[in-house]
């Protein structure tokens, strides 16, 4: 019988790779299946990354796609132990500024960054990736 493995929760996945630079600087080179992140803040997501768009209660709109694809890619580090939770709240202002520079109100990305530093550290928790399933 054939199968099909594959991570529960993700909604989104990209099309081309994605690169930025971040003020995040771990000690060394960290080179994932779907994320790396350079010692100087060179960061790129994978083509065929995927992700769930922002978390909680909120609507996925287009200001949010870019800020939260990024801030997913880094929780995945945290959550592989690959970096350092020191980073959370960084990536959570990475977030915020992302989504006010794709043209969210400041409101309402500072109400996402503030549920970020409360409830963020759940999924960002080493050991916490979701696991592969598999059908049938």
Request: net charge positive; hydrophobic share 35%.
């Amino acid at each position: 019988m054939k199968q099909i493995h594959y991570r529960q929760g993700l909604k989104y996945a990209l099309h081309k790779p994605y690169t930025d630079t971040l003020p995040i600087y771990p000690p060394e080179d960290i080179a994932s299946q779907w994320v790396n992140l350079g010692r100087n803040g060179e960061f790129m997501l994978r083509e065929g990354f995927a992700w769930d768009g922002p978390s909680g209660p909120t609507i996925d709109t287009k200001s949010a796609m870019r800020g939260s694809a990024i801030h997913d890619g880094l929780y995945r580090l945290m959550r592989l132990g690959l970096l350092d939770e020191k980073w959370r709240k960084t990536a959570d202002e990475i977030y915020e500024q992302a989504c006010i520079s794709d043209g969210m109100f400041k409101v309402r990305a500072w109400l996402h960054f503030r549920a970020l530093r409360r409830f963020g550290w759940l999924a960002a928790e080493k050991g916490t990736e979701p696991p592969i399933q598999t059908a049938p």
